[in-house]
């Protein structure tokens, strides 16, 4: 017997600080403000009246999460695509999705925005180039596809793929980081990393320790993000978008926040969660946050934001009379759509 | 002008006449550019149209899936290449759950003007992972439309339908009809050199007859019009149904025929369980005129429900033959 010694060569990670600076207007972070306040107060409504067993189905909020969809859309137009999940309401409305066609969705109603079709994780809308998929991970490679569109078609318009932590562990993440980065597509990956799917610990499930990490294996840059930030997730994001616009390609941001709903109302139980760990991050409420930024950077007051809330609630509660005056649709719609000319 | 090509080159010319008319058509898949794809059917694309429309792919076949959904949502009309069907299952979750139901899932928002192109079929030794056509998968799930020719004219002619078509189109290319060397015996026959289209949901009739009707699609067609030579032979005037599509079924040429033959033998090289003739069956058997024409109970032939083995006199087993179809019809004419 003889030893031998082999050298191989190997790889190591190493963290790196981006600095990127933002500029950050009154319009700005009320626009931002507008958008966090609408989506929770119709979030809020819709959870009152869930409880109360007006909708059918399944319902999946995102209290906590706003900031994240709230960002990214303030860069996006009706020409950019977006892919959501089954939490996609708050996305919806940032992505200007009318209120009332929304709601009258969830309640299944004819004027519904996928006329009733769709349900809650399901929203969808072709003029906003909007859709939401009830499959984890089933929109992330359909957000590329959308950019494969654009670079062909030559449009400067971006693609961006919402999903969570959980879906970070599907194949079709992977396969379209891949996908993404050898074909250049102009298409954000934005991961709301919440920690938890469902009952499933991030840190259970995930072989890295954040998921910004994967993307060094598909030479993909990636930023890890305060997802509780608006400031900070529209500076990253205004990073991502600009790049994908200017052809340089897909890029991930991994978006740290937590959720304070349950997965889903009524039925979760939330026992997973360790004692203490709620209450601490309902302390860093993104929309209570901003009001603090904006206030030190003495861009917005106190009677801005009482105004907004107050415009809010007008909305939601104009926007919940005109859905439910809608009727309920015919059975024969049932029938429809499945083909098209049908 | 009409002149003697092969299935494949026709679907190639279906392809390249509809890319040259229409810019928003892209095909993607593996070695589909470069290498003019496994079953040469893209040959010359990649040359013509470039990389941006022709786009060679990883085996990633639930990303690429994906991207051709997420493609059509936005103004593209793309090709998908699955290098045999086979390998739908990993990109199933994109085909059955997404671009299925996109369409109805948005109240009929959105369009998606996906065909997915895939070989279909066994008979030549490639087991059981290789060669199976996999019909009533696709069929059974509403929101896709399934189209499995028999020759090079329909090929053409249904692919081009296809690729218009603005729903999603499961396009199923036998592998033993494409005319390529290796693969016998091979489809050929006249076909025009202009484009043009066949309606999706009318089948053909391939042979007239007064006993028996004897209904197949893509290699189960061809042998079907081969068994009835055959019959005819023997004295059997048996009526050929090729269904050219599964979906739309175009129940009113089975029915018809039916009530002229009042006898059915359905040939399928799916598998028999919960399949294509089992619908055929029940389309007769659920129409009282048909119905009652009937003589004899319908009989079928297909594979039994057994993975396709590899060694000849095994496969040959299981697998539809133009003996057995002869074999079955006789015994369906003399009950
Ligand atoms: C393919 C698939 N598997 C499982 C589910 C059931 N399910 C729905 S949401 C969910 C958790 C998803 O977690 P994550 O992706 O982190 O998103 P989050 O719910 O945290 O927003 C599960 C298991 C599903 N809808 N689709």
């Known amino acids: ?342 | 002008m009409p002149r003697e090509i092969a299935m494949w080159e026709a679907i190639n010319e279906a392809i390249r006449q509809e890319m040259e008319r229409d810019s928003r058509i892209i095909v993607l898949g593996e070695d589909i550019g470069k290498m003019g794809g496994a079953f040469w059917c893209t040959q010359g694309l990649l040359e013509q149209f470039g990389s941006s429309r022709v786009i060679d792919t990883p085996i990633s076949e639930a990303g690429f899936m994906g991207m051709a959904i997420g493609a059509a949502l936005v103004g593209l009309r793309p090709i998908v290449e699955l290098q045999f069907v086979d390998f739908f299952g990993v990109a199933w979750d994109q085909i059955y759950n997404h671009l299925a139901k996109l369409r109805y899932m948005s109240g009929g928002q959105f369009k998606l003007p996906v065909v997915i192109r895939a070989p279909i079929g066994g008979g030549y030794g490639d087991a059981a992972q290789h060669s199976q056509v996999l019909y009533s998968i696709f069929a059974h799930i509403p929101g896709l439309k399934v189209v499995a020719p028999s020759n090079p004219y329909d090929a053409k002619g249904l692919l081009i339908s296809s690729i218009r078509c603005d729903d999603p189109v499961v396009f199923l290319e036998h592998k033993l009809l494409y005319g390529l060397f290796y693969l016998p015996p091979g489809s050929f026959g006249e076909v025009p050199e202009e484009p043009y289209e066949l309606p999706l949901g009318e089948a053909r009739i391939a042979a007239e007859g007064e006993d028996i009707t004897i209904v197949g699609a893509a290699y189960t067609a061809y042998l079907a019009e081969k068994a009835a030579d055959r019959l005819r032979e023997q004295g059997v005037s048996a009526e050929v149904i090729d269904l050219r599509t599964l979906v739309p079924l175009d129940k009113h040429a089975l029915r018809k025929s039916v009530e002229k033959t009042g006898r059915l033998l359905v040939v399928d090289e799916d598998y028999l369980p919960y399949g294509l003739t089992g619908e055929v069956i029940a389309t007769i058997a659920e129409d009282a005129e048909a119905f009652k024409a009937l003589k004899a109970p319908p009989a079928r032939v297909g594979n039994p429900g057994v993975p396709v083995p590899f060694s000849e006199p095994l496969e040959k087993a299981v697998l539809p033959s133009e003996d057995k179809i002869v074999k079955e019809a006789l015994k369906l004419v003399e009950a």
């Open chain 1, 1 to 342: 017997m003889s030893r031998v010694l082999l050298s191989f060569k190997s790889y190591s990670l190493a963290e790196r600080e981006e600095k990127l600076e933002a500029e950050v207007t009154r319009e700005l972070a009320l626009s931002f403000y507008r958008k966090m306040v609408l989506a929770r107060t119709l979030e809020d409504e819709l959870k009152r009246r869930y409880e109360s067993f007006e909708m059918r189905g399944e319902l999946h909020l995102g209290r906590g999460q706003e900031a994240i969809p709230a960002g990214v859309c303030e860069l996006l137009s009706d020409r950019d695509f977006v892919s959501a999940t089954h939490r996609c309401i708050a996305h919806a409305v940032c992505k200007g999705l009318p209120l009332d066609g929304i709601i009258a969705e969830l309640y299944g109603r004819a004027s519904g925005v996928c006329r009733g079709k769709g349900g809650h994780m399901h929203l969808a809308s072709s003029s906003k180039r909007f859709l939401a998929t009830g499959i984890v991970g089933g929109g992330i490679p359909i957000a590329a596809g959308a950019a494969l569109a654009f670079k062909t078609l030559g449009e400067d318009s971006v693609a961006v793929a919402f999903f969570g932590d959980g879906a970070a562990n599907q194949g079709t993440f992977h396969e379209s980081l891949n996908l993404a980065s050898i074909y250049r597509l102009p298409v954000v990956f934005v991961l709301e990393d919440n920690q938890y799917a469902f009952s499933t610990r991030r840190s259970e499930s995930t072989a890295v320790e954040s998921n910004a990490i994967r993307a060094l294996g598909y030479s993909m840059p990636a930023l890890e993000v305060d997802g509780n930030d608006v400031i900070a997730v529209y500076t990253a994001a205004k990073w991502a978008v600009e790049r994908a616009r200017r052809g340089e390609g897909p890029s991930l941001l991994d978006c740290k926040t937590y959720r304070l709903s349950p997965h889903l109302e009524i039925v979760d139980t939330e026992e997973y969660r360790p004692e203490g760990e709620k209450e601490k991050w309902e302390k860093l409420d993104p929309v209570r946050r901003l009001e603090e930024q904006a206030v030190e950077l003495k861009l917005a007051s106190k009677e801005d934001f009482e105004q907004i809330k107050a415009e809010a609630r007008k909305l939601v509660e104009e926007a919940f009379q005109r859905a439910l005056s809608s009727p309920l649709p015919a059975p024969e719609e049932a029938f429809r759509d499945i083909f098209s000319g049908e």
